[in-house]
DNA sequence: GAAAAGATTGAACAATCGGTCTAAGTTAAG
DNA sequence: CTTAACTTAGACCGATTGTTCAATCTTTTC
């Protein structure tokens, strides 16, 4: 089997770590330093577990998409009105989005903050991003079914919106100290979806 | 009076060509080096004139600001319809946006690539996006006044949701390869805004 | 105990970062 | 022409970047 020392750290554990880091300060501006000091690793094992920061990036984007793509679908999918548990997930990200030190989407920030040039990671992104438009869009068409929007509404086009508009909350929320504008956008939301 | 040869550049053109390289790159990935090639000045002459990198970073940002938020303006004031023009910014939005090469707005891009403790820098794109916001809801007062939208929409708040919306578009341009996600997006935010 | 395999540490790498400063060049006033 | 004021290009600074690598340590197998 296995010959030598076992491995002195959890490799999920300093996954986790890192994408705390790359969520907060984004790709190019967590540093190897930083990244190393919250993973609790050495340089070596960095590169000898996870190749290099480009590929750790990488795994700790999927951490975290995977993360909130489940935690969208358990929201939405929840016993009851479609709408109804739409719009809860709607208070919820503003509620995330308004706290002190929020650090927004870390799809959001790492878009802005990757060359938009690079094919590779972008390539990345905009299939998460589908993952989510494609959630919203079929929470929305079980409400449409279900008599909860208009049946004139478009779906597709309705979850596109609130791709966009979830993106810019949580931007926003980087950088408001009060929940005022995260709110009434929510507030907003909800209410145009209630108008049929 | 002056004694010495005149300044071989244009300080404001400069300052534009640096406000291209922020826009595109964001404050930390826009290095000196490639500031200076594209203003086409020396160091010495960077620093005399603007400071350092952080003062020629928000005398940019001030230059971009007050430009998009004029030309907000001139659109949403244009003669006719409020509602009708809030409709046409939008699809000026999406088209700008859905360009291959756009790099987002300049406010958001750097929301995104600041650190979040940066009180002076969060204040400063704090009022900028007051300003959006208010323009915003201006048009939307006049729009309710003159019955092109429900009298019982909440036009502060609707204001505050395109303005996230807006900045999710910006956002998700950047990376977007086809311009079906802004178009819907866009497409659901105008069918919105019309029904009453 | 010897040897092999894996993990860790920390020094060193070249490149680049933002920023400073010296030396040279240019122009206007006296 | 001299001199003072101003601009410019570019060498230079220490610090930090991501990355590599040799040496050391620890554990398991034979």
Redesign the interface.
Known sequence: MTRGPEKQFDTEIALAKAMEVFW???Y??ASLSELLKNMGIGKKSLYDTFGNKRSLFLKALEHYANSIIRDMRNCLAAAGSPLGNLKQLLRNVQKIHSQP????CML??????F??DDEAI?NV??GY?RQV?DVFTATLVRAQAAGEI?PD??P??????L???????A??G????DD???E??????I??LD??
Chains 1, 2 share one sequence.
Request: glycine content about 10%.
């Open positions: 907060a300060h984004g190019e501006a030190g929020s650090c927004g959001g920030t790492n878009i802005a903050d060359n938009t972008a992104m905009r991003l438009e208009s509404a478009n597709r086009n309705l979850a596109r919106l791709l966009c508009a979830t993106q810019g909350i931007l926003l980087r950088v408001m100290d005022t504008t995260l009434g956008a929510v507030t907003a939301a209410s145009l108008c049929r």
